[in-house]
């Protein structure tokens, strides 16, 4: 149990429970750590105050409207613990609360606490006994535009959308989002995510694959552009990369035009290899020195830091393309990395 105040508070208006007229009433309940406690914390007096009065109410399961003001009080000195949320939502239950008030309650939590997962989980159960998801997009998107990588409120944001089926604008949000910043990977993220749930046709597939070659040009070097680039191809009827001539011919005029970014060349050692599956000589013969060449390139200058990975996909190319039936296009490493090599596959 945390102490966010200090004893400072007491000198700004704060009267302690123990002091107030109309919690006489209550015998406060201290902490047990037991007889021999392996930490001691020096909690504030004002910490230990609304904690003792809090413990008290929960034993006496008083729910009224001083044990909700309580309960508020105890969040402000450590809006993370559950018991003291849960309290309070058995409270807020009891008292047939205006809920709307709630949730203007906890939206001010959030914006001081904004990566608290319990504050989160509260606004969740509120909407969800409201049935009125009507503020959440508003909210989330209002964190988001002072912290566009805030987990909680992405994960509450899809939560909303996906339960309450408010699909119909978001991919232009993410749009917007994408403008201000084509390397927002929670963003690129999202976009899958309401695909996803969407539908991926013939249609939205061309759409998608010519929205993400326009953002990739924006920034080559960028990882989360070139993975949807990836996600978009494996949604289609066949998965495999040099299925979209127009995919081709972009990859191809970017390392023709000098760009060197590895997610670019890694995207062409998969299309190559798979290329070279399929075809016949001598384009087998040049498709394998393409992988080859591309592979080198990556272990001596464009992604050095990975170049034990790289010589193992080569190796692995290589073995395979020289074994009749044996090279079956699959050269992403993952499935017989040595363990030895503790070679990272993340690319």
């Known amino acids: 149990m945390g102490d966010s105040s200090s004893d400072d508070d007491l000198s700004e208006g704060w009267q302690m429970y123990s002091e107030r007229p109309d919690w006489s009433d209550v015998v406060p309940i201290e902490q047990d750590d037991g007889e021999n406690p392996v930490v001691v914390i020096a909690y504030s007096d004002r910490f230990k105050d609304v904690y003792n009065y809090f413990r008290a109410i929960v034993a006496t399961e008083e729910k009224s409207e001083r044990a909700l003001e309580l309960?508020?009080?105890?969040?402000?000195?450590?809006?993370?613990?559950?018991?003291?949320?849960?309290?309070?939502?058995?409270?807020?239950?009891?008292?047939?609360?205006?809920?709307?008030?709630?949730?203007?309650?906890?939206?001010?939590?959030?914006?001081?606490?904004?990566?608290?997962?319990?504050?989160?989980?509260?606004?969740?159960?509120?909407?969800?006994?409201?049935?009125?998801?009507?503020?959440?997009?508003?909210?989330?998107?209002?964190?988001?535009?002072?912290?566009?990588?805030?987990?909680?409120?992405?994960?509450?944001?899809q939560w909303a959308i996906s339960t309450y089926n408010l699909f119909e604008n978001e991919l232009n949000f993410v749009d917007r989002l994408l403008a201000e910043d084509v390397r927002n990977n929670s963003a690129w993220n999202q976009r899958f995510f309401v695909l996803n749930h969407t539908g991926f046709d013939a249609n939205v597939i061309d759409r998608e694959l010519l929205y993400t070659m326009n953002r990739i040009r924006l920034a080559t070097a960028n990882e989360s552009s070139w993975n949807f680039l990836r996600g978009i191809i494996q949604k289609s009827d066949d998965s495999a990369l040099d299925q979209f001539p127009e995919v081709v011919r972009f990859c191809e005029n970017l390392y023709d035009t000098g760009c060197r970014s590895p997610h670019l060349l890694a995207f062409l050692i998969d299309l190559y290899s798979e290329k070279a599956v399929r075809a016949t000589e001598p384009a087998r013969e040049e498709f394998a020195e393409k992988v080859t060449m591309l592979c080198n390139m990556m272990i001596e200058e464009c992604d050095t830091i990975r170049c034990r990975y790289w010589k193992y996909i080569l190796d692995n190319f290589q073995n395979a393309f020289r074994t009749p039936g044996n090279c079956d296009g699959n050269h992403d490493g993952k499935e017989q990395t040595p363990e030895s090599e503790n070679i990272s596959v993340d690319s």
């Not at 008030?101 to 006994?129: F, M, P, T």
């Open 71 to 157: 309960t508020r009080d105890a969040l402000v000195l450590n809006p993370a613990n559950y018991t003291v949320w849960q309290y309070r939502r058995d409270i807020l239950k009891a008292l047939k609360a205006d809920l709307y008030q709630e949730l203007d309650y906890v939206a001010d939590v959030i914006e001081s606490n904004g990566k608290n997962y319990q504050v989160w989980h509260h606004r969740r159960v509120i909407v969800e006994w409201l049935q009125d998801p009507s503020k959440e997009l508003e909210l989330t998107e209002t964190v988001l535009r002072g912290d566009a990588k805030n987990y909680h409120a992405w994960q509450h944001r």
